[in-house]
């Protein structure tokens, strides 16, 4: 890692072992990652909510939560191994509370309550800063709920205060989309997709603009149609940590043969290893298995998993949505 030994095993403490890449330390000696997650452990914790935060560096990652006590907490990432940053930190009259850093080949993290505005090389830096000012806005929305059909869902949750307006957010990685707002405590969205996995808050904002801490986060999925042309039953029949083996039965009230059926993972990482009764095909997240088997037919797959195994709900066959069984 920019010139000190990772020993080839990327691991958090040193097993004491000899690899390719050297002997390692004493038992659990901490490595870089170690010291990496402590920051971060540092940075965002339970309970705080992200906040947008940018640098004009392209070398200067910049991160930020906001805290239920109204501190601010920002993680500045220099990217560059050889050379320091200064940054001139954008937030009128806060005070630096607490800076935790780490730097390339340290053994531990500095900390200190002051801070100079500069990023070592290859480092991570933690300020912890309580803003001059701080706005209280109406409590956070409860927890929501939804019903969904396979294109529509409506949202319900719990009421703020008296006279807020909500607003829904459907959450995309470090990003937000706003779905719609209401006064009233459900709102209904439509034209989603069949069998896609959503996941959104809800804020409440007074009549000063003042913007509620996010209700918790509700993820939701949309279904397969009530009735169709097709039907498609998927089942797992065979799990294992990693991978599983998964049974397919397509029936059809007007597709004889040359069909083809087709679904969408729900997460990036499952992926179709082989299959048979049937020629298989992934690219990216999209299956595709085609047959010439007169339906009713059963194909099958195996296929590997990383973090939860959740299966799709969603099939078309020749095209059409069809209903799960």
């Not at 000190?4 to 659990?28: H, K, N, R, V």
């Not at 707002?181 to 003042?210: I, K």
């Not at 009530?226 to 089942?235: G, M, Y």
């Not at 099958?300 to 059409?320: E, H, K, S």
Request: proline share 8%; hydrophobic share 40%; net charge negative.
């Amino acid at each position: 890692m920019a010139g000190q030994p990772d020993y080839g095993d990327f691991g958090l403490l040193s097993s004491a072992t000899c690899l390719d890449g050297g002997c390692e330390p004493a038992l659990d000696t901490p490595f870089a990652p170690y010291y990496g997650l402590k920051v971060l452990s540092a940075f965002a914790r339970p309970g705080d909510q992200f906040v947008r935060a940018a640098a004009d560096d392209p070398l200067v990652g910049a991160h930020a939560v906001r805290r239920p006590d109204g501190n601010l907490a920002v993680l500045l990432v220099n990217k560059d191994p050889a050379e320091a940053r200064s940054v001139n930190f954008a937030h009128p009259g806060a005070s630096v509370v607490d800076v935790s850093t780490f730097t390339n080949g340290a053994t531990s993290i500095a900390r200190t309550s002051s801070w100079d505005g500069t990023l070592p090389p290859y480092s991570l830096t933690t300020l912890v800063l309580h803003p001059a000012m701080t706005v209280t806005g109406p409590p956070a929305p409860g927890q929501p709920t939804a019903t969904t059909t396979d294109r529509t869902a409506t949202i319900s949750w719990p009421a703020s205060a008296p006279g807020v307006k909500y607003e829904v957010y459907r959450q995309l990685g470090t990003t937000s989309e706003a779905w719609g707002e209401t006064t009233g405590t459900s709102l209904a969205v439509g034209n989603l997709v069949p069998g896609m996995r959503y996941t959104v808050n809800v804020l409440a904002r007074d009549a000063a603009g003042n913007v509620s801490w996010s209700s918790p986060p509700l993820t939701l999925r949309t279904a397969a149609p009530a009735s169709s042309s097709c039907t498609v039953t998927l089942t797992d029949t065979n799990d294992w940590a990693g991978g599983f083996v998964g049974g397919i039965h397509v029936a059809s009230t007007t597709t004889a043969a040359d069909w083809t059926l087709t679904f969408t993972w729900p997460t990036a990482r499952q992926r179709v290893t082989s299959g048979w009764n049937g020629t298989w095909t992934q690219t990216g997240d999209a299956v595709k298995v085609t047959s010439s088997a007169p339906l009713p037919a059963d194909v099958g797959f195996v296929a590997d998993y990383g973090g939860p195994n959740i299966l799709p709900t969603a099939f078309r066959l020749n095209g059409v949505l069809c209903a799960v069984a």
